[in-house]
């Protein structure tokens, strides 16, 4: 139990306002409350105007009312999306290009937010848009040098449209499905070539390309035929952050074409030790010095006035003055740079994750659907069933390729995302915080993809490899410290626990680095569990318990298994019930502690338990999904232990005890 999953490279974009679900916005009564008069009707009858700055004005405010969940209800329950969209395929440039940006900006918010949009036919403008660019040969982006070398107008459309549709493929499979039907796949593969379109358009092309092709076999055979083009990429020496991304981004899509991968996999290794040596610390601490200083700049007021017009401003004036206020800073300059940054050692910790993943990283189970049904004899004890295959337990073997693992090691690799995983000084996390959420959320991703790559490694590695049992365990202890000192974010949480569970599965056989461990210190990992709300960390804190409870002494076992028993009797989830009665079983592999089974009288509490779970079972089935067989398997052993203990107590006297 307790495998790790291979990580989507792709699926790390979190929402910036934290949105709830597109339905839940409508069912609580927050799109009802909007009222004629209101901002979003404003925009509507701008949007449908036949003057181009109106507009231009609706998409500009529309751009910036993914601030609030009640105006969020408000574009829901309005036809403000499928109207907006039209506005893609406009004959005005600048409405294109207003259009594009506006759309982008709705489509981070969120998953449910972008199947929203899809179901409001965004794709069809959108397609026919990104189709005007693909069938003209003849269309390069040119570069003002006057305005910090940005793209004009019609190139920034193509940007923004892509990113635009990497949004749309990344949440939901209809847009995937689209996209292989538009047949852009082939045309996109040209907008790689930087020296031509931009660093900007190849990233995001990239970045779409990256999406598309994962475990989609139809985008295969067309990028295998473009694997120079991705060499190339793969091959940029550059230093800036623009092209450490771009870079990263090819090798991820060579990594999801398996015939491109096997001919790459050494020039990818190269490229994710060159990404993960730029120092993203300094680069964050030089951001922050900067942020308090930068002005920022005034939201878009939704409220619509009665100002005048700009007398006697030409079409030609009037373009140039949206386009300088729509300069971005230069701090905001930067805080993109840094972002960069962040996304490209991300995703070589995802792309180092996936080729370090074996076929057996994921619980594999057959033909134990049955197993509740088998009781077993009473001579089965607990130590009957594989303990290694049930709590995911290391082996003393390495299961990655050669190559790979001598890369890992010559290059440092698991030095490198143990660097990565680390949490900033608390003055630049404060201001990032208070000033730039973005570049944090990129972090917190950073943080979370490096530790689940060395979560992945623990379990595919020798403990030799890792660095040797001294250093798996000052890994432990580090994360153990930042845990204990408070994370915010839930999934980082969830991630750090993992890799601290997977780092103590490496130390079964080194109690003696444990020998300090007080019941002060344990206490702080109890307390872990207690008021714990995520299903996944509790599992995690429980597994944990019981791995300790094979290296501590007997007052401290003790004090382990009187907590798992009390809290499986008010353990709600099923599966992490399994984890902990599994976790508990394992304490007694090696050891009887016959006076702990008597003093705590474990023989009823644990069928009691053995009851419970068997109920639980049958109700939450289908819940459990791929997780069954394996809860079934905790379940006839928790049977089968049972049996043993009542066994054992038969026959001990506890006067007996020295």
Same mark, same amino acid.
């Given at each position: 139990?307790?495998?790790?999953?291979?990580?989507?490279?792709?699926? #790390?974009?979190?929402?910036?306002?934290?949105?709830?679900?597109?339905?839940?916005?409508?069912?609580?009564?927050?799109?009802?409350?909007?009222?004629?008069?209101?901002?979003?009707?404003?925009?509507?009858?701008?949007?449908?105007?036949?003057?181009?700055?109106?507009?231009?004005?609706?998409?500009?405010?529309?751009?910036? /009312?993914?601030?609030? &969940? %009640?105006?969020?209800?408000?574009?829901?329950?309005?036809?403000?999306?499928?109207?907006?969209?039209?506005?893609?395929?406009?004959?005005?440039?600048?409405?294109?290009?207003?259009?594009?940006?506006?759309?982008?900006?709705?489509?981070?918010?969120?998953?449910?937010?972008?199947?929203?949009?899809?179901?409001?036919? %965004?794709?069809?403008?959108?397609?026919?848009?990104?189709?005007?660019?693909?069938?003209?040969?003849?269309?390069?982006?040119?570069?003002?040098?006057?305005?910090?070398? @940005?793209?004009?107008?019609?190139?920034?459309?193509?940007?923004?449209?892509?990113?635009?549709?990497? #949004?749309?493929?990344?949440?939901?499979?209809?847009?995937?499905?689209?996209?292989?039907?538009?047949?852009?796949?082939?045309?996109?593969?040209?907008?790689?070539?930087?020296?031509?379109?931009?660093?900007?358009?190849?990233?995001?092309?990239? @970045?779409?390309?990256?999406?598309?092709? &994962?475990?989609?076999?139809?985008?295969?055979?067309?990028?295998?035929?473009?694997?120079?083009?991705?060499?190339?990429?793969?091959?940029?020496?550059?230093?800036?952050?623009?092209? %450490?991304?771009?870079?990263?981004?090819?090798?991820?899509?060579?990594?999801?074409?398996?015939?491109?991968?096997?001919?790459?996999?050494?020039? /990818?290794?190269?490229? /994710?030790?060159?990404?993960?040596?730029?120092?993203?610390?300094?680069?964050?601490?030089?951001?922050?010095?900067?942020?308090?200083? %930068?002005?920022?700049?005034?939201?878009?007021?939704?409220?619509?006035?009665?100002?005048?017009?700009?007398?006697?401003?030409?079409?030609?004036?009037?373009?140039?003055?949206?386009?300088?206020?729509?300069?971005?800073?230069? $701090?905001?300059?930067?805080?993109?740079?840094?972002?960069?940054?962040?996304?490209?050692?991300?995703?070589?910790?995802? /792309?180092?994750?996936?080729?370090?993943?074996?076929?057996?990283?994921?619980?594999?189970?057959?033909?134990?659907? #049955?197993?509740?049904?088998?009781?077993?004899?009473?001579?089965?004890?607990?130590?009957?069933?594989?303990?290694?295959?049930?709590?995911?337990?290391?082996?003393?073997?390495?299961?990655?390729?050669?190559?790979?693992?001598?890369?890992?090691?010559?290059?440092?690799?698991?030095?490198?995302?143990?660097?990565?995983?680390?949490?900033?000084?608390?003055?630049?996390?404060?201001?990032?915080?208070?000033?730039?959420?973005?570049?944090?959320?990129?972090?917190?991703?950073?943080?979370?993809?490096?530790?689940?790559?060395?979560?992945?490694?623990?379990?595919?590695?020798?403990?030799?490899?890792? $660095? $040797?049992?001294?250093?798996?365990?000052?890994?432990?202890?580090?994360?153990?410290?930042?845990?204990?000192?408070?994370?915010?974010?839930?999934?980082?949480?969830?991630?750090?626990?993992?890799?601290?569970?997977?780092?103590?599965?490496?130390?079964?056989?080194?109690?003696?680095?444990?020998?300090? +461990?007080?019941?002060?210190?344990?206490?702080?990992?109890?307390?872990?569990?207690? $008021?714990?709300?995520?299903?996944?960390?509790?599992?995690?804190?429980?597994?944990?318990?019981? +791995?300790?409870?094979?290296?501590?002494?007997?007052?401290?076992?003790?004090?382990?298994?009187?907590?798992?028993?009390?809290?499986?009797?008010?353990?709600?989830?099923?599966?992490?019930?399994?984890?902990?009665?599994?976790?508990? +079983?394992?304490?007694?592999?090696?050891?009887?502690?016959?006076?702990?089974?008597?003093?705590?009288?474990?023989?009823?509490?644990?069928?009691?338990?053995?009851?419970?779970?068997?109920?639980?079972?049958?109700?939450?089935?289908?819940?459990?999904?791929?997780?069954?067989?394996?809860?079934?398997?905790?379940?006839?052993?928790?049977?089968?232990?049972?049996?043993?203990?009542?066994?054992?107590?038969?026959?001990?006297?506890?006067?007996?005890?020295?």
């Amino acid at each position: 139990m307790g495998k790790a999953k291979k990580p989507r490279l792709h699926k #790390n974009q979190a929402a910036p306002t934290g949105l709830m679900d597109v339905n839940a916005l409508i069912e609580q009564g927050l799109a009802g409350s909007a009222k004629s008069g209101t901002p979003i009707d404003a925009i509507v009858e701008q949007l449908e105007s036949s003057v181009t700055e109106e507009k231009i004005c609706g998409l500009q405010s529309l751009a910036t /009312i993914c601030q609030g &969940e %009640v105006n969020l209800a408000e574009v829901v329950e309005n036809n403000i999306i499928r109207i907006a969209a039209s506005l893609l395929v406009d004959p005005d440039a600048s409405v294109r290009h207003a259009t594009a940006g506006a759309l982008r900006n709705l489509s981070v918010v969120s998953v449910e937010l972008c199947e929203f949009m899809v179901d409001q036919d %965004v794709l069809t403008p959108l397609l026919a848009l990104l189709n005007r660019y693909t069938f003209n040969p003849q269309w390069k982006p040119t570069f003002d040098k006057n305005m910090q070398d @940005q793209m004009d107008e019609h190139s920034d459309t193509f940007l923004q449209a892509v990113n635009l549709l990497w #949004n749309l493929c990344e949440s939901t499979s209809d847009a995937l499905t689209a996209f292989n039907q538009a047949q852009l796949l082939e045309p996109f593969v040209y907008f790689l070539n930087c020296t031509v379109y931009g660093k900007e358009i190849a990233i995001a092309v990239a @970045q779409c390309l990256l999406v598309v092709s &994962e475990e989609n076999t139809s985008s295969w055979r067309v990028l295998a035929k473009h694997g120079l083009e991705l060499s190339t990429l793969l091959a940029l020496d550059g230093v800036d952050n623009a092209t %450490v991304l771009l870079r990263m981004v090819a090798a991820g899509i060579i990594c999801n074409v398996p015939v491109l991968l096997s001919s790459h996999m050494s020039q /990818i290794l190269q490229a /994710i030790a060159k990404t993960m040596e730029v120092n993203h610390r300094g680069a964050l601490g030089n951001v922050t010095s900067m942020l308090p200083l %930068v002005p920022q700049k005034d939201a878009i007021d939704l409220e619509v006035t009665d100002d005048a017009q700009i007398d006697d401003e030409t079409e030609a004036q009037s373009h140039q003055r949206r386009r300088k206020a729509d300069l971005p800073s230069d $701090g905001e300059l930067e805080v993109r740079n840094v972002g960069w940054l962040l996304q490209a050692q991300r995703i070589a910790a995802e /792309i180092l994750t996936n080729i370090c993943s074996t076929d057996d990283d994921e619980w594999q189970c057959e033909g134990n659907d #049955n197993m509740e049904n088998n009781a077993g004899s009473d001579a089965e004890s607990v130590c009957d069933y594989d303990a290694n295959e049930l709590n995911g337990s290391v082996e003393n073997t390495d299961k990655v390729p050669v190559e790979v693992l001598e890369a890992i090691k010559s290059l440092a690799l698991v030095e490198k995302l143990w660097q990565k995983a680390q949490p900033m000084a608390e003055n630049v996390h404060q201001i990032l915080v208070e000033s730039e959420k973005g570049t944090l959320q990129k972090l917190d991703s950073l943080r979370i993809s490096a530790m689940l790559c060395l979560h992945n490694l623990c379990n595919n590695i020798t403990t030799d490899d890792l $660095g $040797g049992s001294p250093a798996v365990y000052n890994v432990w202890i580090d994360l153990g410290q930042q845990v204990f000192q408070g994370q915010g974010n839930v999934k980082l949480l969830e991630a750090s626990t993992s890799l601290m569970r997977a780092t103590l599965e490496h130390l079964r056989k080194s109690p003696e680095l444990f020998k300090q +461990m007080t019941e002060n210190d344990l206490q702080l990992m109890l307390n872990g569990v207690i $008021g714990c709300e995520d299903a996944e960390i509790r599992a995690n804190w429980l597994r944990m318990l019981g +791995m300790l409870g094979c290296l501590l002494p007997e007052p401290l076992v003790k004090l382990i298994i009187d907590f798992v028993l009390n809290t499986c009797t008010s353990e709600a989830d099923v599966w992490v019930l399994a984890e902990a009665l599994d976790s508990m +079983m394992d304490i007694f592999a090696d050891n009887d502690w016959y006076a702990i089974v008597h003093e705590l009288g474990m023989v009823a509490k644990c069928k009691q338990l053995d009851r419970v779970m068997r109920e639980k079972m049958k109700r939450d089935k289908r819940q459990l999904g791929d997780r069954y067989p394996a809860v079934s398997t905790v379940r006839t052993n928790l049977g089968r232990f049972c049996k043993y203990l009542e066994t054992e107590m038969k026959n001990y006297k506890p006067n007996m005890e020295s």
